[in-house]
T-cell receptor, first 117, second 111 residues
Framework: GAVVSQHPSWVICKSGTSVKIECRSL??????MFWYRQFPKQSLMLMAT?????????EQGVEKDKFLINHASLTLSTLTVTSAHPEDSSFYIC?????????????FGDGTRLSIL | GQQVMQIPQYQHVQEGEDFTTYCNSS?????IQWYKQRPGGHPVFLIQ?????EVKKQKRLTFQFGEAKKNSSLHITATQTTDVGTYFC???????????FGQGTRLTINP
């Protein structure tokens, strides 16, 4: 079945560091990918929609200069948390929609646990 | 904006008891999806319901989509310790591809 690979699985870094998370669709093309954030014991909250070849669309309250999204190819979207601080510590999850199967559910990556010290 | 309300937030049962979680929306949904997230894990897709009144079964799990396509439920018969986790419903926001998730129901089981 369709697979979405997310890397890295976990990151621990110092405050002020920028962290890049990759989301790849391994066996399908995705013009649209989604980035979610999940704080402990909470639900998934959509941060932004990543569009191949164009600017990402951010949800209300999400700082676009803080969370840089690049979707340069049909199989790769990246999320960069710039100058990360402890409050950015969270579980970040991407998902991708198979453009060849638009009525099928999105495919989720395994998530990235980010801990900022 | 559109929201999907999910209840209960927590449910603790004895092993062997049944469990049900409910999702409701104020607007008609094109489809509804259910996910399971084990402690420390990532959400895993369980099922998608599309048709009004649809009922689908996966072994001990029964999923229902309301006639008005505004509510859905997940029922687990005779829970087992492997059912522990948080169950989320999710639905596409009207006219868009992005999903909005319910708050989730955390299921814990006493063996």
């Amino acid at each position: 079945g369709a697979v979405v690979s997310q890397h890295p699985s976990w990151v621990i870094c110092k405050s002020g560091t920028s962290v890049k998370i990759e989301c790849r669709s391994l066996d399908f093309q995705a013009t649209t990918m989604f980035w979610y954030r999940q704080f402990p014991k909470q639900s998934l909250m959509l941060m932004a929609t990543s569009n191949e070849g164009s600017k990402a669309t951010y949800e209300q309250g999400v700082e676009k200069d803080k969370f840089l999204i690049n979707h340069a190819s049909l199989t790769l979207s990246t999320l960069t948390v710039t100058s990360a601080h402890p409050e950015d510590s969270s579980f970040y999850i991407c998902s991708a929609r198979d453009q060849g199967a638009p009525n099928q559910p999105q495919h989720f990556g395994d998530g990235t646990r980010l801990s900022i010290l | 904006g559109q929201q999907v309300m999910q209840i209960p937030q927590y449910q603790h049962v004895q092993e062997g008891e049944d469990f049900t979680t409910y999702c409701n929306s104020s607007t008609t949904l094109s489809n509804i999806q259910w996910y399971k997230q084990r402690p420390g894990g990532h959400p895993v897709f369980l099922i998608q319901l599309v048709k009004s009144g649809e009922v689908k079964k996966q072994k001990r799990l029964t999923f229902q989509f309301g006639e008005a396509k505004k509510n859905s439920s997940l029922h687990i018969t005779a829970t087992q310790t492997t059912d522990v986790g948080t169950y989320f419903c999710a639905a596409p926001i009207q006219g868009a591809q992005k999903l909005v998730f319910g708050q989730g129901t955390r299921l814990t089981i006493n063996p």
